[in-house]
């Protein structure tokens, strides 16, 4: 079954490389082209509509598009390593923000595609969720699963211009440990600067060493959750 999917967004840098690699592993599919996208609400919001102005992204050419990408996990049910597929989202910093659906036609065939994987009621962040207290906190608020920092943004963004959206992600932190806090990396354009994040990380070692081998370890399931969907 080829998946009508005729565009891929990932977070820029490791995860943009995994999925890449992941590409070139299929057999016989030409894979859709894959769109490197800022990190954080806010840059993606002005990325996307850029993307607008310019044609790039168009209802007529690109009417269903795909969200991969790395998530933290918000409950002890989802380790690091897990696959899941999102229902929908809901935006963190509002209480009351209602649920944002992924299309349920293409969530389905994606569904059916890799079998197996679990659905979840995702939250974005317009920042870096970091400690594991309030990861169980914003679970308990919004009812949610996992966390990101996109998934809200490219919902509202795409959905309103007649495109389906679908998502799928890989954990790679849980909400047992706190990670390093890294917020002060993050630009305004939506970039991990090399110095503050070496900085952070050395802050916190023990942290940064559990970040980087769930990072490595969700990447590596990434790239092959990638080969499988376009093989």
């Not at 840098?13 to 030409?30: D, F, P, Y």
């Not at 002005?46 to 991969?68: E, F, G, M, S, Y």
């Not at 065939?109 to 939250?123: P, R, S």
């Not at 943004?153 to 890989?170: D, F, N, P």
């Amino acid at each position: 079954m080829t998946l009508p999917i005729q565009m891929i967004f990932v977070p820029q840098g490791s995860e943009h490389k995994a999925v890449c690699r992941g590409l070139l592993n299929r057999t016989t599919i030409t894979p859709p082209p894959v769109l490197s996208i800022p990190v954080g609400p806010g840059p993606l919001i002005r990325h996307l509509a850029q993307l607008q102005k310019n044609r790039t992204i168009t209802c007529d050419r690109h009417p269903q598009i795909l969200l991969v990408g790395l998530c933290g996990s918000l409950i002890p049910q989802h380790a690091v390593g897990d696959v899941v597929l999102y229902q929908g989202c809901v935006y963190g910093t509002n209480r009351s923000s209602k649920l944002l659906p992924c299309d349920p036609v293409l969530t389905n065939l994606i569904d059916c595609h890799l079998q197996g994987i679990c659905q979840v009621k995702a939250l974005t962040s317009d920042r870096i969720v970091w400690s594991a207290t309030e990861k169980r906190q914003l679970a308990q608020e919004h009812k949610a699963e996992v966390v990101d920092m996109e998934g809200y943004a490219a919902l509202e963004v795409l959905s309103q211009a007649g495109i389906a959206v679908a998502m799928l992600r890989v954990v790679s932190d849980n909400c047992h440990h706190d990670l390093p806090d890294l917020n002060r990396a993050l630009s305004p354009e939506g970039t991990l600067q090399p110095l503050p994040l070496a900085i952070g990380l050395l802050r916190q070692p023990i942290a940064a060493t559990r970040l980087v081998r769930g990072s490595l370890k969700s990447l590596q399931i990434l790239r092959d959750v990638t080969t499988r969907l376009f093989r």
